[in-house]
């Protein structure tokens, strides 16, 4: 997607703690979204982040910093279920999302 | 229904022909966005509809590609004479939210094949 930038591929440990990275121009976006996706289905919503902060939500946690264009999307105690690409997304206006390229996240045991 | 509904889920079309994808929105959400997704990529911003009104068509790739929601609901994109590179899964989301961004509801895609 265009002006958002998180990397292609990580692989994590089961159990273990990731963290996905995601950053993107300050102008013009409203906050920012994750989403989750696995392979053939539809995007799922995860978070909306409008604040700066962090904001928890069970074994995730997402992250804003507006300043900075910069956020992360932090996943606990991973699970093999949690193998899929996570998806940042940022409104421009207030109705015009625009995602990233996705996160595809590999949990191995 | 439950959640948004799209439809046909696969779609094989000769290049050159015409075919229409249909969505079906969450009942009662007002916003109404198609993406399109490529294999390996994030979606990509096609149009948005608030009621029957297209507010944004700016992604829609070229004068072949058309949307519309006459009545404020079911949404259909239709694409004219198809070629290999519209290969993709259009997906459709719903949302509540008019003013401010919100919570996108996805449907399952339809995927396009176009030989």
């Known amino acids: 997607g265009q002006n958002i930038d998180q990397p292609t591929e990580m692989t994590a440990t089961e159990g273990a703690i990731v963290q996905i990275n995601c950053t993107y121009q300050?102008?013009?976006?409203?906050?920012l979204f994750w989403y989750q996706q696995h392979a053939g289905e539809a995007p799922t919503f995860l978070s909306y982040?409008?604040?700066?902060g962090l904001e928890e939500k069970g074994r995730f946690s997402s992250f804003l910093s507006r300043s900075k264009g910069y956020s992360y999307l932090l996943l606990k105690e991973l699970q093999m279920k949690d193998s899929a690409s996570y998806l940042c997304?940022?409104?421009?206006?207030?109705?015009?999302?625009?995602f990233g390229t996705g996160t595809k996240l590999q949990v191995i045991p | 229904g439950a959640g948004v509904s799209q439809s046909p889920r696969y779609k094989v079309a000769k290049r050159g022909q015409d075919v229409a994808l249909r969505c079906d929105p969450i009942?009662?959400?007002?916003?109404l966005f198609w993406y399109q997704q490529a294999l390996g990529q994030g979606p990509e911003f096609l149009t948005y509809?608030?009621?029957?009104?297209?507010?944004?068509k700016s992604g829609l790739p070229s004068d072949r590609f058309f949307a519309e929601r006459p009545e404020g609901s079911v949404s259909t994109l239709k694409i004219q004479r198809t070629q290999q590179e519209d290969s993709a899964v259009y997906l459709c989301?719903?949302?509540?939210?008019?003013?401010?961004?919100?919570?996108?509801?996805f449907g399952e895609g339809s995927r396009l094949t176009v030989l």
């Open positions: 989301a719903s949302s509540s939210h008019t003013s401010n961004a919100g919570e996108l509801f």
């Open positions: 300050t102008s013009g976006f409203n906050g």
């Open positions: 982040n409008v604040l700066d």
């Open positions: 997304a940022a409104p421009r206006g207030y109705q015009k999302v625009t």
């Open positions: 009942s009662g959400h007002v916003s």
């Open positions: 509809f608030q009621n029957e009104a297209q507010l944004d």
